[in-house]
Structures are given as C-alpha cells and as structure tokens.
C-alpha cells in the first residue's frame, strides 16, 4: 500500500513538471509567476534600459483596474532594480521587444508591512494580474536622444500653431518683452493689483486645439466634459507676483484692472515649458486663457520712494560790455 502511495505521488510530482514545462511559467525570486505568451528573438531587457509598454492590470476576476490602452498610448519607464513585486521588475528581464506575457503578483507580498493601504477587493491570498505587451527596448542614451529630438520638432511647431490660432481668432494682441501675448476683452478703470496682492480669478484655459483642460467656472465644464470630481467652482485665489502660479498669469495679471476680463496667450517658456503638464498639456504648449479678475484684496504696499531731486547749475555768464543806443527820435527834416 505505501508503494502505491509513493507511485501515485510520483506520477502527480512527474505530471506537475510537464505541466510547468509545457506551461512555460517562471516564479521570479520576488514571487511573481510569469507566463510569456509570445516569445520573439532578441535581447532581453536590462538593468536601466528604457522600455515602451502596454499592459492592463486587473484581479483575478477580471475586473480591470488600469489599461494603457485605455490611456491611449504605451506607458515608457526606465528598468531599475526591484524595489516590490508588484513594480514587476524582477519580471521584466525574462521578456525581450514585441514580447507578451502574463505576469501574476501575490497581493500578500505587495502588501506585507502596510495592510493598512490594501484596498477591500483584493482579499489575502489573492493575486493581481498583468497583460504586458513590450513594444521596444531601448538603451538610455537612445531614449534621451528620442525625446530631444522629439521636443525640438514640437518646440519648432509651436511658433506656428500659436500664429495659426491668432489668425484663426482674428485677434489683435499685444507683445510684452518677455513673448506673452494679450488682449484686453473687457476694460476696467478700477485699480490695478500689485505684486503680493491676492486676487480673485475666473478662467478657462485651453491648448491652441481648442481642447479645454481646465475651469473654474462649473458650465463651461461641464460644456467641455471636464470631469472633476470634488471641485468647487468659484474664483480661485492667486497670490499674484510670487511664483505660486506659472510665469504667464503671475505676468499677465499684473497688466489687467480690477473687473476686467482678457485672453492670455501664453508661450511654453512661461508655461509649462518642455515638460507639459499630465495628458492634457504637451511639452511645449503655448496656452491660452480665458481670464477675469473679479477682484484684487490688496495687501499694504510701502509708500514708493519720492525720485530724487535733480540740482542743476546755472552758467555763469561774463557780463555783457554797455553799447550805445540809438536816439528813439525821428532826426528833423530841413
């Protein structure tokens, strides 16, 4: 009876080995099991290489918490060393370019030390799942060299997109020296604000696309299907002057009155230059904004010092030798 106990495991041990052999699956020393559905010739990935990816992570029950694909391009980081299994580092290097694979996290170990961040739908024991799909492997200095150039072909579009559409909008603006480009849309006699001033503003702000990527104001939200969730629409508060807002508006808003409205054309370099800003904000962006300032709360400005006086000093003059006037007289006719 134990012999045929014994054989019985063992053809469940040798069955467990074909299994995996044919299943292709690899356990990683982090934990996660890895499945690489299609496999192609190449290098695999390295440490500090920079690979462009899609994946679509979602539970065991299929419920998908994030996709690229949703997003609407490839994901781009760098590989660097694990740091927790569910970063998928230590998965990464078994996959080479146009590589997919099926990667499973232990939820467990992305948690262990801080259960209090573990959210309810993923239960102890259970597993996340990852579909990845690698598009290209590149080395540092090749990616570095891939965004340069990619940003000096948008750098040198902006010039004309901003053209465009000011000519598209017919509209006549002002230059200042540093490339900001305005028009006054509502005049105001009331006061102007001053560095340190708190004022209140309404806005809207767009690319040169037309696409609206933000408001305070709730219609014309919800007219460009912004969503916002928890936002209070209502004048937001700028310390104007200080730098706590992007170098366009600390600019432009010094050049408006108390209750006038403008459009603010506002170049990159006083945007949010190479970098962009999220999904909405390309590098290189010249922006335009809707603005109106409600109202200026200003703060106690020192008195300006009077310009000081100019003293100027007379030429002395040598006096002028007396000459002999003529006789007023008319002389009499003989």
């Known amino acids: 009876m134990m012999k045929k106990f014994a054989l019985i495991t063992l053809l469940f041990f040798t069955a467990g080995i074909c299994a995996n052999a044919q299943d292709n699956t690899v356990k990683t020393p982090k934990g996660a099991l890895v499945k690489v559905v299609a496999s192609n010739p190449g290098d695999k990935i390295k440490l500090s290489d920079v690979i462009t990816f899609d994946v679509v992570q979602k539970t065991e029950k299929d419920s998908v918490l994030f996709s690229s694909y949703a997003l609407g391009h490839p994901l781009k980081i760098q590989v660097q060393q694990c740091q927790n299994v569910g970063d998928l580092m230590d998965a990464l290097p078994l996959l080479a370019a146009?590589?997919?694979?099926?990667?499973?996290?232990?939820?467990?170990?992305?948690?262990?030390?801080?259960?209090?961040?573990?959210?309810?739908?993923?239960?102890?024991?259970?597993?996340?799942?990852?579909?990845?799909?690698?598009?290209?492997?590149?080395?540092?200095?090749?990616?570095?060299?891939?965004?340069?150039?990619?940003?000096?072909?948008?750098?040198?579009?902006?010039?004309?997109?901003?053209?465009?559409?000011?000519?598209?909008?017919?509209?006549?603006?002002?230059?200042?020296?540093?490339?900001?480009?305005?028009?006054?849309?509502?005049?105001?006699?009331?006061?102007?604000?001053?560095?340190?001033?708190?004022?209140?503003?309404?806005?809207?702000?767009?690319?040169?696309?037309?696409?609206?990527?933000?408001?305070?104001?709730?219609?014309?939200?919800?007219?460009?299907?912004?969503?916002?969730?928890?936002?209070?629409?209502?004048?937001?508060?700028?310390?104007?002057?200080?730098?706590?807002?992007?170098?366009?508006?600390?600019?432009?808003?010094?050049?408006?009155?108390?209750?006038?409205?403008?459009?603010?054309?506002?170049?990159?370099?006083?945007?949010?230059?190479?970098?962009?800003?999220?999904?909405?904000?390309?590098?290189?962006?010249?922006?335009?904004?809707?603005?109106?300032?409600v109202k200026v709360k200003p703060i106690k400005h020192a008195a300006p010092k009077p310009a000081p006086k100019k003293t100027t000093t007379k030429k002395r003059t040598s006096p002028k030798a007396s000459t002999p006037q003529k006789s007023k007289v008319a002389p009499n006719k003989s």
């Open 98 to 293: 146009k590589d997919s694979a099926y990667i499973k996290v232990p939820t467990d170990s992305i948690f262990k030390d801080h259960e209090d961040q573990r959210p309810p739908f993923l239960k102890k024991g259970s597993w996340l799942v990852f579909n990845v799909k690698i598009d290209k492997i590149q080395s540092l200095q090749q990616a570095m060299d891939e965004k340069n150039a990619a940003g000096e072909k948008m750098k040198a579009s902006e010039a004309a997109d901003r053209d465009k559409y000011i000519a598209a909008h017919k509209l006549i603006v002002k230059t200042t020296p540093s490339g900001l480009k305005y028009v006054v849309t509502q005049p105001s006699l009331k006061p102007k604000p001053l560095t340190g001033d708190t004022l209140l503003v309404n806005y809207i702000g767009r690319t040169t696309n037309e696409k609206v990527f933000d408001s305070s104001i709730e219609s014309e939200a919800q007219k460009a299907g912004l969503n916002q969730p928890g936002r209070k629409y209502e004048p937001i508060q700028v310390i104007v002057g200080t730098g706590s807002v992007i170098k366009g508006w600390d600019e432009g808003l010094l050049l408006l009155n108390e209750g006038s409205k403008a459009k603010l054309i506002i170049p990159s370099n006083l945007g949010y230059g190479p970098e962009g800003a999220g999904e909405d904000i390309p590098p290189y962006s010249t922006l335009v904004f809707d603005v109106e300032l």
